[in-house]
């Protein structure tokens, strides 16, 4: 079975600093990964995607994200936070259904907090 | 850009009430998804069609809930009877079938139940 585990429920950065939230993933396949974003009262959107192409993941608003299959992580890093970047990440893993869309498996999310 | 569209945002009903929540996927989308978020389980599935055809209800309690497709443009979640543990935000997401590609959420249905 396909999961996913986010190390740290809580994150705090002052502005300026570096973003680091740590994704560790379980699958018998080689896995599609995603990070969501979730703003409060919002739904989850998209940040970036992993689907074997590329190990390093260039997404929106400034993240990447490493996928490294020895180490069976997928971690998000932003070189300089900003205030808008607080909010919840999800890393997700999609379920295998032979090369079909198949459901996400979620991570239980990380709060990003951002001091200024 | 296009959107997935949830109604109604924000439920409070009582206890025993049936539930009904909406959702319009992307155009040209045809796999729905529906996920329940709560404080303690996190985000779960519920449901998921593919071509308005079910192919994964195990996460939903079957004696209580019901998701359908009566067409392409429109998914729907119900509850009959609503129970207080079924208080959550519950997200529908569209995608196109191909493995490697996003599923898109809308900003979920608030559900309260007193």
């Known amino acids: 079975a396909q999961s996913v585990t986010q190390l740290g429920s809580h994150v705090s950065v002052s502005e300026g600093a570096l973003v680091l939230l740590r994704c560790n993933y379980s699958?018998?396949?080689?896995?599609?990964l995603f990070w969501y974003v979730q703003y409060p009262n919002q739904g989850l959107q998209l940040l970036l995607k992993y689907t074997s192409a590329a190990t390093l993941v260039k997404g929106i608003n400034g993240f990447e994200a490493e996928f490294k299959k020895s180490e069976t992580s997928f971690h998000l890093t932003k070189p300089s936070a900003h205030m808008s970047d607080a909010a919840e990440y999800f890393c997700?893993?999609?379920?295998?259904?032979?090369?079909?869309?198949?459901?996400?498996?979620f991570g239980k999310g990380t709060k990003l907090s951002v001091k200024p | 850009d296009a959107r997935v569209t949830q109604t109604p945002r924000h439920k409070v009903t009582e206890m025993g009430q049936e539930v009904t929540m909406r959702c319009q996927p992307i155009l040209g989308h045809n796999t729905v998804f529906w996920y329940r978020q709560t404080m303690m389980q996190g985000l779960e599935l519920l449901a998921y069609?593919?071509?308005?055809?079910?192919?994964?209800d195990s996460g939903m309690p079957k004696d209580r809930f019901s998701a359908e497709m009566p067409d392409a443009t429109l998914a729907t979640l119900k509850i009959q009877p609503s129970e207080p543990r079924d208080s959550a935000v519950y997200f529908c997401?569209?995608?196109?079938?191909?493995?490697?590609?996003?599923?898109?959420f809308g900003d979920g249905t608030r559900l309260s139940i007193l």
């Open positions: 069609f593919r071509n308005r055809a079910p192919l994964d």
């Open positions: 997700a893993v999609m379920a295998n259904y032979g090369g079909s869309q198949g459901n996400l498996i």
């Open positions: 997401a569209s995608g196109q079938d191909r493995g490697n590609q996003p599923q898109h």
């Open positions: 699958s018998s396949v080689p896995p599609y």
